[in-house]
């Protein structure tokens, strides 16, 4: 058997692969552990702000703090709900968070979220 880590829309799994006589391969499910997303690495200024983009498509489906409420470096600011899984986005930054989302919206991947100024 070879164990393998695979990355499906931004979460990560490991997996078995067992060879099955002179046939192709048969994959055998090993232990999920998906791994929840960190703060994108890929953010960039924007105006006088910072970029939150989203790491996958998926259902805004809670903003966790106010607009306009100041927020500290890695503190989750919404969940972002992806294959039925709830993942919290983080703030990249120290500073003022302005959405660019609404709950319920769908967003695509590389969409901005919010704006950390």
Not at 78 to 92: Q, S, W, Y
């Amino acid at each position: 058997m070879r164990n393998f880590i695979i990355t499906v829309n931004g979460n990560r799994y490991e997996v078995g692969v067992e060879e099955v006589g002179g046939e192709t391969p048969a994959v055998v499910p090993a232990t999920a552990r998906p791994e929840a997303p960190k703060a994108p690495q890929n953010v960039a200024p924007i105006g006088n702000g910072t970029k939150v983009p989203t790491p996958f498509p998926g259902l805004v489906k809670n903003l966790l703090v106010e607009d306009g409420a100041s927020v500290k470096k890695d503190q989750p600011i919404l969940v972002l709900e992806a294959l039925k899984m709830d993942n919290d986005i983080t703030a990249p930054c120290d500073g003022k968070v302005s959405f660019r989302v609404t709950k319920g919206s769908n967003v695509e991947s590389d969409a901005i979220l919010a704006v950390i100024s």
